[in-house]
């Protein structure tokens, strides 16, 4: 081979290497950093096999959950050990007293078991009591004072030293003569100090509401069937029946035994489960109807029921879609326009405000769900949902809206990125927002009416000053990008330049002007 050739051939040859080298090296490198040991490459195996196995597990267990059957163990080790004891306290005593033994358990309900089913860890323990068959003297309130004493006498059994009984209604329901009550139970083992609160009440049957009030009188010797039909959803229609076994109890048997020993049996009426399953919220109706189209109606009509006789429920509502992420029966909005006006009328604005801040807790995501529902899918829901009436008992509420912005508000909240520590403020931003982003059946062009409608807002709700203040700041600051702004939609345009280019100096203006712009987007 002659040089020349020889020399092209190893030309040829280094070009190749240098193509190939990198490729080598980054595989070599890749390898090399993400190699797992043999020993924990098998505990990986291992942990995934028993992660998989877990999850068929949980799966199996939670197919088996069916109305009247016992429920799976594993919905039971997620029962915290002082809720057991509590129970068992119950039963105890119900068990003890002859005058009551037409009790049939324990009906552990609400929340409670909605959030056992969904492998949440529990709490706000509330217990209903079937007084069928029981005296007209026997209430929740007397078995409540009576297991005072009896829990004293069996502490080294039960754990609890010590019970308080207090209502939890207030001048209304009292005169309503609600049967209601919290039992406040404590424990000392160990040197700790363990306290409980329980909810009791009876089962609930027929409910009559008055035009003017939310607390309704209530028929207090109803089923449980009766009691899950009123419900506001079939997710928390649920019951735990809690029941002592049939056998003679030992005494040596630990709170663990007892855990699995008692009866624990799922009762579903109105098909909660199936909604869990399929991540909806819809309210509870009876069974019985001929076809899919009949079901849709009466759906609608329940939920007109439902939000009428309580008007929060709508609030509710909303907060447990953004909660749990689960979607809202179709039904809901069908139903929403024959019970705005009464979420105007019914509900105290207090009493809006505390639910939209747990709402707020959720997440900057769920509120912005939340406007864009209240301002535009539905735009009578918002000056109902955001106003009421104020310290002096006068009603607040800003006017009805034709229009919402909701691409410029989506574009606002989400690029901007508001990461507020406060839940009052976060909510006082988002308000504002959507505010600013509306226009109304009465002119609102200025921005000083966007904050007067604003305040109406805060006033109507009796929000806290840092709510009130955080709205007003944020509708100022959009006062303030849209007067040193150059284009037609001078807010989202100047935003949206100096977020991408950062270019200041040409879109903002020059000196004092430009430092202004830029200090508000800052601040954003």
């Known amino acids: 081979m002659s040089l020349p050739m020889l020399s092209s051939s190893f030309s040829h040859m280094l070009t190749i290497a240098a193509l190939v080298t990198p490729v080598i090296l ?112 026997v209430t929740v309130e007397c078995i409540l004072d009576e297991l005072c004493k009896f829990a004293l006498e069996h502490e080294h059994i039960y754990g609890f030293n010590r019970v308080q009984v207090a209502s939890i209604v207030g001048d209304v329901s009292k005169n309503k003569m609600l049967d209601t009550a919290k039992a406040i139970l404590h424990s000392n083992k160990d040197g700790i100090d363990h306290r409980l609160e329980i909810d009791l009440m009876p089962t609930i049957g027929e409910e009559v509401y008055e035009e003017a009030n939310r607390i309704p009188v209530r028929d207090q010797r109803g089923t449980p069937e009766q009691d899950a039909l009123r419900r506001d959803l079939t997710i928390g229609a649920m019951f735990i029946k ?9 005494s040596d048997w630990t709170s663990d035994d007892m855990r699995y020993i008692l009866n624990w049996t799922l009762l579903d009426y109105y098909g909660g489960v199936e909604d869990i399953k399929k ?12 076809d899919e189209a009949q079901s849709e109606r009466l759906q609608v009509q329940y939920w007109v029921k439902v939000l009428q006789d309580d008007p929060i429920r709508i609030i509710r509502v909303l907060r447990f879609a953004a909660k749990l992420d689960f979607r809202i029966h179709e039904a809901f909005w069908d139903a929403l326009p024959g019970a705005v006006d009464r979420l105007k009328s019914k509900v105290a604005g207090s009493r809006k405000v505390t ?5 707020a807790k959720y997440g900057s995501g769920r509120l912005t769900t939340l406007m864009i529902t209240a301002f535009d899918k539905d735009k009578l829901l918002a000056p109902a949902l955001f106003g009421g009436k104020d310290g002096t008992g006068d009603s607040k509420f800003f006017p009805d809206i034709t229009s919402f912005d909701s691409n410029r508000f989506y574009f606002v909240v989400e690029g901007s990125q508001f990461k507020e520590e406060s839940v009052d403020r976060l909510l006082g931003v988002y308000l504002a927002v959507a505010i600013c982003n509306s226009r109304f059946v009465e002119p609102a062009d200025s921005y000083e009416m966007k904050i007067e409608y604003f305040n109406i807002a805060c006033d109507g709700m009796c929000c806290s000053n840092e709510m009130r203040s955080a709205g007003e700041f944020i509708i100022k600051s959009i006062q303030l990008f849209s007067e040193y702004g150059k284009e037609t939609d001078l807010f989202v345009e100047g935003l949206d330049r100096c977020f991408i280019t950062g270019n200041y100096r040409n879109d903002c203006g020059d000196g004092n002007e430009r430092d202004i712009f830029k200090f508000h987007l800052a601040t954003w």
């Not at 999850?55 to 199996?60: D, G, K, L, P, V």
């Not at 809690?242 to 109890?249: E, G, R």
């Open 355 to 359: 639910e939209l801040l747990k709402l």
């Open 26 to 137: 980054a595989r070599y490198r890749y390898h090399h950093h993400n190699r797992v040991p043999a020993k924990l490459g098998k505990q990986a195996s291992e942990t995934n096999h028993a992660r998989l196995k877990k999850n068929a597990s949980a799966t199996e267990d939670f197919a088996a959950l069916s109305h009247g059957k016992r429920l799976p163990s594993s919905y039971l080790k997620q029962i915290p050990y002082w809720d057991v004891k509590a129970i068992e306290l119950l039963l105890g005593f119900l068990k003890s007293e002859p005058r009551l033994q037409a009790i049939d358990g324990l009906l552990v309900n609400g929340g409670y078991v909605r959030d056992l089913l969904l492998h949440r860890v529990p709490d706000d323990l509330d217990i209903s009591i079937c007084l069928i068959g029981c005296d007209e003297y």
């Open 279 to 290: 991540r909806i919220l819809r309210s509870p109706c009876p069974h019985e109807y001929v």
């Open 242 to 250: 809690v029941s002592l076994p049939h056998s003679t109890l030992k």
